[in-house]
């Protein structure tokens, strides 16, 4: 088989869901080009040539494409639901931050007022910490467990190409690359960060909240970007 065909239609339906009809559809193309590349070639023309005059042959097939795309409705959903799920990533990232100062400024806001009730006030910021953490965890987890059935097979199979590669047979394309280095370097800060301020403070019960944030803002990042490659 021509690698240059394979290429070419493998590019077609690199970004429609992987069902039983976009293969055989993907096979059927596939079949009929090289058919048609075979006979060029037993013509006794050259392969480029060949290969263009088939591609020729085959004609226009963005309106086959068009019909195995997923259907307006569900692009609507799947709109939607990258919109809440961003939203929601976000709104969990801010009640972290808020939690871990609450538990920060708490007694320092008791130092200035009543110096002897900074354990008590440590203690409400503790508190607080928990319950903003309890929310932001649970708003992640509905998040993730809310998602439509149609629009999680839909996703899966898109995450399925991203991890291969979104170039022709899988490849890593300079995109996919650029993120791939971008994450490595993300989580290699987050825990020199994670380190450098538990080190410094001595405060290893509250700076596991560093992690927790971190994979909060990764995943915004990921939602807001559309980044191909996965930390």
């Known amino acids: 088989m021509n690698s240059k065909i394979k290429n070419y239609v493998d590019v077609l339906f690199r970004d429609l869901p992987n069902t039983r ?25 050259a392969e480029n040539q060949a290969y263009t005059e088939a591609l020729s042959d085959l004609g226009d097939v963005d309106e086959l494409l068009a019909k195995l795309a997923p259907e307006k409705e569900l692009k609507s959903k799947i709109d939607d639901y990258r919109k809440v799920s961003a939203r929601n ?31 008590l006030f440590g203690i409400i910021g503790f ?8 929310f932001a965890t649970g ?19 898109s ?9 022709p047979n899988g ?3 300079d995109k996919d690359k650029f993120w791939k280095s971008f994450w490595k ?26 992690w927790l944030i971190a994979s909060a803002v990764g995943q915004a990042i990921r939602m807001f970007t559309n980044s191909p490659v996965e930390d």
């Open 159 to 167: 995450h399925k190409k991203t991890m291969a590669g979104s170039g």
């Open 89 to 119: 990533t976000a709104i969990a990232v801010m009640l972290y931050f808020f939690g871990a100062m609450a538990l920060i400024c708490f007694p320092g806001i008791a130092s200035m007022i009543d110096a002897g009730n900074e354990d």
């Open 127 to 134: 508190g607080v910490l928990l319950v903003f953490c309890a």
């Open 21 to 45: 009809k976009t293969v055989e559809l993907k096979e059927e193309i596939l079949s009929t080009l090289n058919d048609h590349f075979e006979a060029h070639i037993a013509e006794g023309k």
């Open 171 to 173: 490849e890593y394309t």
């Open 185 to 210: 370097l993300y989580w290699l800060v987050v825990t020199i960060i994670y380190l450098a301020v538990s080190f410094t403070t001595g405060a290893w019960y509250i700076t596991w909240l560093i």
């Open 139 to 157: 708003l992640l987890i509905y998040t993730k467990k809310s998602v439509p059935q149609d629009v999680e097979q839909y996703l899966v199979t």
